[in-house]
C-alpha cells in the first residue's frame, strides 16, 4: 500500500475511534429515563381501605439516586401552572430494586381510606415522577400514568 493510503486509512481509525469514545462518554451522562410506568386504584369498599400502586422503570447508567411520586387530580391547579420539580421535592419516594444492568423497577403504594376517597375529587388523575440519577441529573414526568376516581 502508499503512504498516503496508510495514513488516510490510520486518520479514519483515529477520527472513527474518538467519535465513539464521545458517544460512549455522551450515553453515560444522560438523565435517567422512565418507562412502563402504570397505575392502579382500588377504591375503598366497606371497613377496607383502598389502594393506589404506582410502577415504573427507570433507566440512568450513572445510578438512581431517589424516584419520588405524586397522584394529581386533572382538575388541580398543576394542571394550569405546570407541575415542577420543586413541587416534587417534598413526595414520597418509591422503592426500586435493580431489574436490569441500568435499570431499576419502582414501586410506590399508597392506603386510600374511606376519609381520603370522600375529599379526593372524581375523575380523571395523573401519577406525576421526578427520578433523580446518583449525579444529579432529573428527569420529570408529570404525566407518567393515569388512573380515575369514580
Known amino acids: 500500500m502508499s503512504r498516503r493510503v496508510v495514513l488516510s486509512v490510520a486518520a479514519g481509525v483515529v477520527v472513527l475511534g474518538g467519535a465513539g469514545a464521545f458517544a460512549l462518554a455522551y450515553a453515560g451522562e444522560q438523565s435517567p429515563?422512565?418507562?412502563?410506568?402504570?397505575?392502579?386504584?382500588?377504591?375503598?369498599?366497606?371497613?377496607?381501605s383502598g389502594s393506589l400502586t404506582f410502577t415504573t422503570d427507570v433507566t440512568v447508567s450513572s445510578g438512581i439516586k431517589d424516584v419520588k411520586v405524586l397522584a394529581w387530580p386533572a382538575n388541580s391547579p398543576f394542571a394550569k401552572?405546570?407541575?415542577?420539580?420543586?413541587?416534587?421535592?417534598?413526595?414520597?419516594?418509591?422503592?426500586?430494586?435493580?431489574?436490569g444492568e441500568d435499570t431499576v423497577r419502582c414501586t410506590y403504594t399508597a392506603t386510600v381510606t374511606r376519609a381520603d376517597a370522600e375529599v379526593s375529587p372524581s375523575g380523571p388523575w395523573h401519577v406525576a415522577v421526578l427520578a433523580t440519577a446518583k449525579n444529579g441529573d432529573t428527569t420529570l414526568d408529570t404525566k407518567a400514568a393515569d388512573f380515575t376516581v369514580a
Not at 429515563?33 to 377496607?48: E, I, L, M, T, W
Open 33 to 48: 429515563s422512565v418507562a412502563h410506568s402504570a397505575a392502579r386504584y382500588v377504591a375503598p369498599n366497606g371497613d377496607r
Open 81 to 99: 401552572k405546570g407541575l415542577t420539580a420543586k413541587d416534587m421535592a417534598a413526595v414520597e419516594s418509591a422503592v426500586c430494586k435493580p431489574s
